[in-house]
């Protein structure tokens, strides 16, 4: 059992900046791949960006490409997203989830979501 909090959400202006946390409980972080995702009133949750359980992968969507980053510093139990030239389409719930092993496209493990609004 994995259990996840999100932190770091808030209020930006267009161009802005934020970054993300995720702190992890358990032992076996390390073994989980970790990604974001997010949901826009109205839309589907999509998949963001995530990272692989060794750090040496990535995976991004088309939409933030050279624009949002992602790590883990596997000592804290903790994964970042640094988000960067925000766009008002970047609004929504940010929810961070886990995955024992390998991305796949449904994650086991979520959090309940923090919410990043970026102004035009």
């Known amino acids: 059992q994995v259990q996840l909090v999100e932190s770091g959400g808030g209020l930006v202006q267009a161009g802005g900046s934020l970054r993300l946390s995720c702190a992890a409980s358990g032992r076996t972080f390390s073994s989980y791949t970790m990604g974001w995702f997010r949901q826009a009133p109205g839309k589907e949750r999509e998949f963001v960006i995530a990272i692989s359980w060794s750090g040496g992968r990535r995976y991004y969507a088309d939409s933030v490409k050279g624009r949002f980053t992602i790590s883990r510093d596997n000592a804290k139990n903790t994964v970042y997203l640094q988000m960067n030239s925000l766009k008002p389409e970047d609004t929504a719930v940010y929810y961070c989830?886990?995955?024992?092993?390998?991305?796949?496209?449904?994650?086991?493990?979520w959090g309940q979501g923090t919410q990043v609004t970026v102004s035009s």
């Open positions: 989830a886990a995955i024992r092993g390998d991305h796949q496209p449904e994650y086991d493990y």
